[in-house]
């Protein structure tokens, strides 16, 4: 059981990690029922969520703050109690179980290292506080700290240690536990650029191995869909969509969910004809249309095509996040500002076309004849309005 | 005035005070150890008065009883002052406002005041029940409770410096209440609670007006025997108690400076 850790570790192939031995090691799911939380008298935190997370998947709750998601992780952890509803881990109801009770552990925000501790014994405090003998503490530790690719920092104080080291200690302590479930409470908000998308790629090299369950908590949407199996979307102490990151991306139930997910392309439909939709960009002709009032236009979906420009125009020129993009399926969005040239630009003068044909695309914004309050969108003279290739179903008001 | 004359008069202030501060206190050790009988003139060095002191039954068992009170008042106010400041802390939420103030109140309440009423209280309950005889007794009581104020606020400072979630942390980590106080909350506030006791004990032993009115017959302290010895004269001897003291206190204060330097975080 306890090798689990290791023999994954050393395995190369994420399959042998699924394939684990000991049955007690199995991947936990979550089941959540109704669950209501308020803090005093008018803040209500949770309003009745339902969801069921699958055993080894990295789950994300995402949303703004104050939406919730950090008290449905602590309700998770048992460091909250819920007014009412139920909540079971692998099967069990846990709903009253006290936090040191139950085999879920925690990546705190700030870390929350004991700062009276070395290192080492950080990392061996949740196996004492179980009361393992000290060689076998001893053996998990170091197995745990080969893993996290600790080397030296395992006999270092915790004052000596930087932002990235204390994260990586912090995940260390929660895994050398081997809990059903890990909670991680938007561990790398307060980590750089750099240093985040590198332990991005570290925790989900950590989940893949160990296959265990991971609640992820973060605000931040790009972090989200790079990371998660599946996301939830919270806002207002309530689930707004559950699904794979694609999805709620591509296809979001409502106006909150898309402009979160990164879309403020929302125009209002005023009237339509089958799939024809009056829009204040004009007539559009769309396929698969939904029911709703509002139609998004993703970014991507958008090309800027050959025509004579009547005037300055600035580009935005959106891409996916090469890095990211290239280890993960999911896509990521970044933008920068370039200036064309006035009159003569066209698609093509200005970039060339084989780059229209890669997977990158930009899209204009700049004063149009076409504004409207959302964004602008700047369409080439004598081309034809908007090319809106397959895009999003229009949406339900909310 | 001119910055350089402001500068210069600050200056001169800074030594002033320091001269007033310390000056008394360096005669005092001074003439300690003076080789004659009168405080008139220091007519060379001598250890006789500090010989003579070890030879002082009187001086000895108030020497005896002022260790006695200061240490077992200072333990007692650890164990309640702790108490009480994690008990702030873990409610700093509520509405404590009074509760605080009544816990405080102490430290600001004049000590003749607060003697007295202790005195007045110990003999009210020594006439009706026969308990609290004044004595070692009664002077340990009323040094716990101007202590414990103390002890908790140094306590309560403590825990409020801490991250929130490192108690959480240490119940996700399957530390149950009792293991969390032992193996979390008393090892995090052990600096607090050593300068705690550092700051009881020199408290303690400092007192001469809450002892002087709670004390019994057989219970002098060392202030009090000065006090009571005072009263026939400044003699060398005394200087040389007051210095044994002075030292005393400024190696606690020295020690418990250097202990709280050195903590980590």
């Known amino acids: 059981m306890s090798d689990s850790l290791t023999a994954d570790a050393k395995d190369e192939n994420p399959a042998a990690a699924t394939g684990r031995s000991a049955p007690s090691r199995e991947a936990s799911s979550i089941a959540l029922q109704g669950l209501h939380k308020r803090f005093g008298r008018d803040t209500v935190a949770l309003a009745g969520v339902d969801l069921a997370i699958e055993p080894g998947e990295f789950f994300t709750l995402l949303g703004p703050s104050g939406c919730g998601k950090t008290t449905l992780l602590r309700i998770l952890a048992g460091l909250e109690e819920a007014d009412r509803g139920r909540l079971q881990i692998g099967g069990r109801d846990v709903t009253e179980v006290p936090p040191h009770r139950r085999s879920v552990n925690t990546v705190f925000q700030s870390y929350a290292l004991f700062p009276h501790l070395s290192v080492r014994d950080n990392l061996a405090f949740g196996l004492k506080m179980q009361g393992l003998a000290v060689a076998e503490r001893e053996a998990r530790v170091a197995r745990i700290a080969e893993f996290i690719q600790l080397g030296d920092l395992i006999d270092r104080r915790v004052d000596q240690l930087s932002g990235g080291q204390r994260q990586r200690i912090a995940l260390a302590r929660a895994l050398v536990c081997e809990p059903d479930v890990l909670l991680l409470d938007e561990p790398l908000s307060a980590l750089d650029a750099g240093l985040r998308s590198q332990l991005q790629v570290e925790l989900l090299r950590v989940q893949k191995r160990l296959g265990m369950t991971f609640v992820f908590v973060t605000h931040d949407q790009q972090e989200a869909m790079v990371m998660s199996d599946r996301i939830a979307v919270l806002n207002g102490g309530l689930i707004q969509q559950v699904g794979p990151p694609r999805d709620v991306y591509e296809r979001p139930v409502n106006a909150f969910v898309a402009r979160f997910m990164g879309h403020d392309n929302l125009y209002p439909v005023t009237a339509r004809d089958g799939d024809t939709l009056t829009t204040p960009l004009g007539q559009l002709h769309v396929e698969q249309a939904g029911d709703g009032a509002l139609l998004l236009i993703r970014p991507e979906t958008l090309d800027l095509l050959p025509g004579d420009v009547g005037g300055p125009i600035t580009c935005r020129l959106a891409w996916s996040s090469a890095s990211t993009a290239a280890a993960m399926p999911n896509i990521a969005w970044r933008s920068v500002t370039s200036r064309c040239r006035p009159r003569s630009a066209t698609a093509d003068a200005i970039f060339p076309r084989s780059m229209s044909e890669s997977p990158w695309r930009w899209r204009p914004t700049t004063s149009s004849p076409w504004q409207s309050e959302e964004g602008t969108w700047l369409i080439p003279t004598g081309s034809p309005p908007l090319a809106v290739r397959p895009w999003c179903a229009s949406l339900a008001t909310c | ?265």
């Open chain 2, 1 to 265: 005035m001119s910055r350089r004359s402001l500068r210069r008069t600050l200056t001169g202030i800074w030594w002033l005070t320091l001269l007033f501060l310390y000056l008394p206190l360096a005669v005092v050790a001074l003439f300690s150890f003076n080789a004659a009988n009168s405080a008139a003139s220091f007519t060379g060095f001598s250890l006789r008065w500090y010989e003579r002191l070890m030879g002082n039954e009187e001086i000895l068992s108030a020497f005896a009883n002022s260790m006695i009170l200061a240490i077992v008042s200072s333990v007692v106010a650890l164990g309640i002052g702790c108490f009480i400041g994690y008990g702030m802390y873990r409610h700093r939420h509520r509405k404590l406002g009074w509760l605080i103030v009544l816990i405080y109140l102490p430290i600001v309440l004049p000590d003749i005041v607060f003697g007295i009423s202790e005195m007045a209280f110990f003999v009210q309950i020594h006439r009706l029940t026969g308990f609290l005889q004044p004595g070692l007794g009664t002077m340990i009581i009323a040094h716990v409770t101007f202590q414990i104020p103390f002890v908790a606020l140094i306590v309560y400072s403590r825990f409020v410096g801490l991250d929130p979630a490192l108690f959480e942390a240490a119940k996700d980590l399957y530390a149950s209440p009792a293991k969390r106080a032992l193996h979390f909350m008393l090892p995090t506030i052990k600096p607090a609670l050593i300068s705690a006791f550092f700051l009881s004990f020199t408290l303690s032993v400092d007192d001469f007006v809450i002892s002087f009115f709670t004390a019994g017959p057989e219970s002098a302290t060392l202030p009090i025997y000065i006090w009571g010895a005072i009263k026939k004269g400044v003699s060398p001897e005394i200087n040389a108690v007051a210095t044994l003291m002075l030292a005393a206190v400024a190696i606690v204060a020295i020690a418990s400076l250097l202990f709280s330097r050195r903590r980590p975080v």
